[in-house]
């Protein structure tokens, strides 16, 4: 059991390029989620997914897309990065419980840096 | 909407003193609350959760936390520290059920022990 995995670990890119991060769970959670995390920022979030086949904006979506074709894996695109966008990357899932919010698992993160 | 109020960045302790990490939050109803822990270059680790009933929440590696609603306050606390607890803490507060388990997270602290 894996748990979430991400892929790749780390990335250094240039501006206006393009990329995909890949997040995978073996934990048959419904939902999915895509983070980005800044010195003295915290963790905001960038998009989600309740479930394969949706997605849906969270606080900082702007540059970015995402898809969720399997219940198991949530990609996260940079069609063209720019350099605000140098960033740890995480994700996570959890299950969609009957009482509400449940428990979020997070990956190792991926350390994107845009030059 | 949301937040989370983390005052302090940095936290400094010595080994074998109590800790006590502050969190303030603001929500509008019964809200659920999360204390997450991230050691260097780790994806974020669940120490504790509040959803409902005793306001006091036992943790794992000795962690607790207390509910006050009148103070809108989450408090994690440990009675001795040790020095693997160095670490950056995270607390979350959740989104009402249906509201897609999203997370908002505080910008952290950073715990350094000194041994």
């Known amino acids: 059991n894996a748990g979430v995995t991400q892929t790749p670990k780390f990335r250094v890119l240039k501006t206006g390029q393009s990329m995909t991060l890949l997040c995978a769970q073996d934990?048959?959670?419904?939902?999915m989620y895509w983070y980005r995390q800044d010195p003295g920022m915290g963790l905001r979030l960038i998009h989600y997914?309740?479930?394969?086949?949706?997605?849906a904006k969270g606080e900082v979506p702007d540059g970015y897309n995402v898809s969720r074709l399997k219940k198991q894996n949530f990609l996260l695109g940079l069609e063209s990065a720019a350099p605000s966008q140098t960033s740890v990357y995480f994700c996570?899932?959890?299950?969609?419980?009957?009482?509400?919010?449940?428990?979020?698992?997070f990956g190792p993160g991926t350390r994107l840096t845009v030059l | 909407a949301q937040s989370v109020t983390q005052p302090d960045i940095h936290i400094t302790v010595s080994e074998g003193a109590s800790l006590e990490l502050r969190c303030n939050y603001s929500?509008?109803?019964?809200?659920?609350l999360f204390w997450y822990v991230q050691s260097p270059g780790q994806g974020l680790q669940l120490l504790l959760k509040?959803?409902?009933?005793?306001?006091l929440v036992q943790g794992i590696k000795g962690f607790e936390a207390e509910f006050k609603r009148s103070q809108s306050s989450f408090n994690l606390r440990k009675p001795s520290v040790h020095w693997s607890d160095a670490a950056e803490y995270f607390c979350?507060?959740?989104?009402?059920?249906?509201?897609?388990?999203?997370?908002?997270f505080g910008t952290g602290t950073q715990l350094k022990v000194e041994l």
């Open positions: 996570a899932s959890s299950y969609r419980t009957s009482g509400g919010t449940d428990t979020q698992y």
């Open positions: 934990m048959n959670h419904e939902y």
């Open positions: 997914s309740v479930g394969e086949g949706t997605t």
């Open positions: 929500y509008g109803a019964t809200p659920y």
């Open positions: 509040y959803f409902s009933g005793d306001t």
């Open positions: 979350a507060v959740g989104a009402l059920p249906g509201g897609g388990n999203k997370l908002t």
